[in-house]
């Protein structure tokens, strides 16, 4: 988010909750982001939800509505950038659930199904809103972060996972299908909404990417967590950044499941132009195309 910002040459965007309710401190953008946000309604109090932030842009724009009039609100809306990533949470929480059994194979296709139909909704109220602008992040490869595969390794006593990178294949064939269900969700709804611009950004191939040819973009460790302890990073979580290695640049992943600055940067040039990782990271066209592109 932080990245895509600083190409759209705008500055920190202040999270929803510290805003005062004036109208200044909204026009130049709102986060909504959480630590720790499912698509689906979450067991837990720190969790927030899809719904959850929906009801925080609806706030605000009707806020647009009150303060800047009914007219200059809606060519505002309509010419803003929403930015949506969601769906890594909800995948953490299934496979953590499910280490302890085997995953059920039928239950992929319906869980990414039901996450896809939320995701599906939620563009359309926000077109209801005169919404007209908006970026969809995929989920990067869960089954290649540190957690994840101290996990599977714990489960299944090292067993071979059947993956030339390392990763969980079982674990990122799930993510996979989510990913490629909500393009093609996204590409009927560029067909049916008039004058909706809706982009998808592939994280998990920009990833894995990486993953597969981490010397080229100069990575040194594709497996461990910079910031953790034991084995790949990942017995121990990332308590204070003084746990950090001491060359965070030469490592993929941060933490548990959240990569390094290092990634998002290139991540977030792919997605600006094209360029850096792959060139069609974003479909159907690039943020920055998307970004100047007269609405």
Not at 29 to 45: F, K, R, W
Not at 66 to 91: C, P, T, V, W
């Amino acid at each position: 988010m932080a990245n895509a910002a600083e190409k759209m040459g705008l500055p920190y965007t202040a999270p929803f909750y510290r805003q005062n309710g004036s109208i200044e401190g909204l026009l130049s953008g709102v986060n909504y982001g959480a630590a720790e946000a499912t698509i689906m309604s979450p067991n837990s109090l720190s969790h927030q939800c899809l719904n959850d932030q929906l009801r925080q842009v609806f706030e605000t724009l009707q806020l647009f509505e009150l303060q800047l009039g009914r007219e200059s609100a809606y060519h505002f809306i309509r010419s803003s950038i929403f930015y949506i990533s969601f769906g890594k949470d909800d995948y953490i929480g299934l496979f953590l659930r499910n280490f302890s059994g085997v995953m059920a194979k039928n239950s992929g296709h319906e869980f990414a199904q039901i996450l896809v139909n939320q995701m599906v909704n939620a563009m359309r109220n926000l077109y209801d809103l005169n919404v007209r602008r908006v970026i969809y992040m995929g989920i990067l490869p869960l089954g290649c972060t540190p957690s994840l595969l101290l996990e599977w390794h714990v489960h299944t006593a090292g067993g071979n996972n059947n993956d030339g990178t390392g990763c969980v294949e079982e674990i990122n064939e799930r993510v996979l299908q989510y990913n490629i269900m909500l393009e093609e969700e996204i590409i009927r709804l560029n067909e049916e909404l008039p004058d909706a611009q809706i982009v998808f950004c592939d994280l998990y191939q920009g990833v894995k990417k990486i993953i597969t040819h981490p010397q080229f973009y100069g990575f040194e460790d594709a497996r461990s967590a910079c910031c953790g302890l034991g084995l790949y990073g990942a017995e121990i979580g990332c308590l204070s950044a003084d746990m950090a290695c001491n060359t965070v640049s030469s490592h993929v992943w941060w933490d548990f499941y959240s990569s390094t600055p290092e990634v998002n940067s290139l991540l977030a040039d792919s997605a600006w132009s094209g360029e850096a990782l792959l060139s069609n990271i974003c479909r159907p066209t690039t943020v920055q195309d998307l970004v100047y592109t007269p609405t």
